[in-house]
T-cell receptor, first 112, second 114 residues
Framework: KAGVTQTPRYLIKTRGQQVTLSCSPI?????VSWYQQTPGQGLQFLFE???????NKGNFPGRFSGRQFSNSRSEMNVSTLELGDSALYLC???????????FGQGTRLTVV | GESVGLHLPTLSVQEGDNSIINCAYS??????FIWYKQESGKGPQFIID?????DKRQGQRVTVLLNKTVKHLSLQIAATQPGDSAVYFC?????????????FGTGTSLTVIP
């Protein structure tokens, strides 16, 4: 059974640009969550999608958005990038709420 | 919301010894917990989980203990091996019929000394 796949693995962007990250969950999993991981803040919850609907949202500015497709694949978009957006962005998939959440390898975003 | 913290940011143990990593959470309503292991350059790897209706759960070489009275969670690794060197996170989830959100601790870096 394939795990959670995130693409791309690495990205370098310039301030002011926008970026789209992709996540393919484990087959059959309908819940996809996104987290930002930085050395200082640890893992911070961004948002969660289930059956194409955003159910939960963390405390991030509106520049961070996402969506989920009918096949459960999810994308996360960050617009008007800032230096502080440099982080490891992790996607986790679950069968449903309050069950095992499995992470992908993450996308390392560097904003210069 | 929920606030999760680990007691020690770093822990060093001798190979073959047992390791204990501790975690505290703030919200007594949290009812589901997961321990993750994260190696350098990789995403967090699921180790073991426990629900609030249990006090203890065992896996292969790992045991999770939950003390709801003091809101404390621990991960015990038996016969620690060099491959166990990593950062360990605990994560807590509040009961939710509408979503799936985990609150993470800041992590304990475990170093196994050969």
């Amino acid at each position: 059974k394939a795990g959670v796949t995130q693409t791309p693995r690495y990205l370098i962007k310039t301030r002011g640009q926008q970026v789209t990250l992709s996540c393919s969950p484990i087959s059959g999993h309908r819940s996809v969550s996104w987290y930002q991981q930085t050395p200082g803040q640890g893992l911070q919850f961004l948002f969660e999608y289930f059956s194409e609907t955003q159910r939960n949202k963390g405390n991030f500015p509106g520049r961070f958005s996402g969506r989920q497709f009918s096949n459960s694949r999810s994308e996360m978009n960050v617009s008007t990038l800032e230096l502080g957006d440099s982080a490891l962005y992790l996607c986790a998939s679950s069968l449903r709420a309050a069950t095992e959440a499995f992470f992908g390898q993450g996308t390392r975003l560097t904003v210069v | 919301g929920e606030s999760v913290g680990l007691h020690l940011p770093t822990l060093s143990v001798q190979e073959g010894d047992n390791s204990i990593i501790n975690c505290a959470y703030s919200n007594s309503a949290s009812d589901y917990f997961i321990w993750y292991k994260q190696e350098s350059g990789k995403g967090p790897q699921f180790i073991i989980d426990i629900r609030s209706n249990m006090d203890k759960r065992q896996g292969q070489r790992v045991t999770v203990l939950l003390n709801k009275t003091v809101k404390h969670l621990s991960l015990q690794i038996a016969a620690t091996q060099p491959g166990d060197s990593a950062v360990y996170f605990c994560a807590a989830a509040l009961p939710s019929n509408t979503g799936n959100q985990f609150y993470f601790g800041t992590g304990t870096s475990l170093t196994v000394i050969p």
